[in-house]
């Protein structure tokens, strides 16, 4: 995973964005109840990722038609495909001052073809650089935050699949776009990435 300077993290991986918008009322309520009693910064990101796998829904494991992307969004209606659960799960480490980031990996899909997966990475001092997948354990996944260890939901290990190992401040472009403009899951099914343009 690529590393990143001290200001750096301070500024890109800290901020507010349209997507992740970690000073929205909601999402710093829910992130101050997370962190309450909490010992130190490992509970606190640990509360926070449990949260959302736990008590965030996967939409198209609940069967749900609407497409969630925004953090805010993603807490008020308690569902979002694997990036909106990112989105909500960066926003609320941020909001606790914790910093977080985005990563991918390309994955063969039920149609035998390929889709972008999306998880965390998020910056503790004891491990330093640290990835989370927030997804949902269901079907056999069994995703845990247990630093230094990492247990990812999926392992890029099939022919085509790959883990790119990116640590990035915001969600892919093509990302957000395919939340945006689907009017509904059926519609995002068909219009979800399935590779990461490199170099």
């Known amino acids: 995973m690529e590393q990143v300077d001290e200001i750096e993290i301070a500024q890109a991986w800290l901020a507010p964005s349209a997507v992740v918008d970690c000073g929205d009322r909601q999402v710093r309520r829910q992130a101050q109840a997370l ?5 130190d910064r490992v509970e606190v990101a640990h509360r926070c990722f449990l949260f959302v796998r736990d008590a965030i829904a996967h ?6 038609g609407q497409v969630t992307c925004r953090a805010s969004e993603v807490l008020r209606h308690g ?6 659960q990112s989105h909500l799960l ?19 899909d039920d149609e035998g073809g390929y889709c972008l997966h999306g998880f965390n990475t998020l910056y503790l001092p004891q491990h330093g650089w640290y990835r989370v997948d927030a997804r949902g354990n269901t079907n056999g996944i069994d995703a845990q935050f247990c ?12 022919r085509g ?6 640590n990035l401040a915001e969600p892919l472009p093509c990302v957000v776009r395919a939340l945006q403009e689907a009017g509904d899951a059926e519609a995002l099914r068909l219009r979800l990435p399935s590779a990461i343009r490199m170099g």
């Open 35 to 39: 962190a309450q009693g909490a010992a």
């Open 59 to 64: 939409s198209f494991d609940i069967g749900s």
């Open 79 to 84: 569902h979002g495909i694997c990036y909106a």
């Open 90 to 108: 960066a926003a609320l480490l941020r909001a606790n001052g914790i910093p977080a980031g985005f990563s991918y990996q390309r994955l063969c």
């Open 147 to 158: 630093p230094p260890q990492e247990r990812l939901a999926f392992a890029a290990a099939a």
């Open 161 to 166: 699949e790959v883990d790119y190992g990116l």
